[in-house]
């Protein structure tokens, strides 16, 4: 028996802008999505690099922001120009926590998910 990553999975507030964010920061396509009774599910990619999805979960009449508690959990990406990248995410405002001595930075969701910002190696 074995076992692969499918996905994870985000809830989150604002549908529209989050898709926005994930494009815009990360590059990430809507690969589908499947509607419910009260809740959108889209599930986005990293256009075909990893089989791994993130999946957002909008329950459409939630008003009140999602608790992450202290929010020790993340996704981490890693990225083939580290500079650039961190040159993008700093102009978008949305690093939220850099590790120099790691060579590592994390941005932030606009529902306040870290993401891990590594370079390839």
Not at 85 to 99: L, T, V
Request: proline share 3%.
């Amino acid at each position: 028996m074995e076992f692969q990553f499918a996905h994870n999975n985000f809830n989150v507030l604002d549908l529209e802008k989050s898709l926005s964010f994930y494009k815009e920061a990360l590059g990430f396509e809507e690969s589908h999505r499947l509607e419910g009774p009260g809740f959108t599910l889209v599930y986005l990619s990293d256009g075909g690099k990893t089989l791994h999805e993130l999946e957002l979960t909008w329950v459409h009449d939630r008003k009140k922001p999602y608790d992450l508690g202290e929010n020790e959990f993340h996704l981490a990406v890693t990225t083939d120009d580290y500079e650039a990248a961190h040159k993008k995410h700093e102009a978008m405002g949305c690093i939220c926590y850099e590790n120099a001595a790691m060579g590592i930075y994390f941005i932030s969701d606009p529902d306040g998910y870290w993401v891990e910002v590594l370079p390839r190696k």
